[in-house]
């Protein structure tokens, strides 16, 4: 079992910037690909990102505003997030799975409880 926690969201102004940190404990925290959905209300939950081993990824509608980077003496995973706008708005989501390069949910075995982002306009 691996549990999550995520920290960090907020209220924020357009433009503005926001990290949030997501905290593993369980089963060992390098073996996992990690990565951040987030889900607006009437929505699909999305793929944010995700980093492991080899690589980051990045959805097109955050590439070059939002960052992940993982520091594993911590156990943590981080969501740098810059130049954010009103439609990130969301709760994101911090998850952990097995497969490198996954950007589907159920490619995910385990996920965080989310926490609230949103921009005002």
């Known amino acids: 079992q691996v549990q999550l926690v995520e920290s960090g969201g907020g209220l924020v102004q357009a433009g503005g910037s926001l990290r949030l940190a997501c905290a593993a404990s369980?089963?060992?925290?390098?073996?996992?690909?990690m990565a951040w959905f987030r889900q607006a209300p009437g929505k699909e939950r999305e793929f944010v990102g995700g980093i492991s081993w080899i690589n980051v990824w990045y959805a097109d509608s955050v590439k070059g505003r939002f960052t992940i980077s993982r520091d594993s003496a911590k156990n943590t995973v981080y969501l740098q997030m810059n130049s954010l706008k009103p439609e990130d708005t969301a709760v994101y989501y911090c998850?952990?799975?097995?497969?490198?390069?996954?950007?589907?949910?159920?490619?995910?075995?385990?996920w965080g409880q989310g926490t609230q982002v949103t921009v005002s306009s």
């Open positions: 998850a952990a799975g097995r497969k490198h390069g996954a950007r589907a949910p159920g490619e995910y075995d385990y």
């Open positions: 369980g089963r060992p925290f390098s073996s996992y690909a």
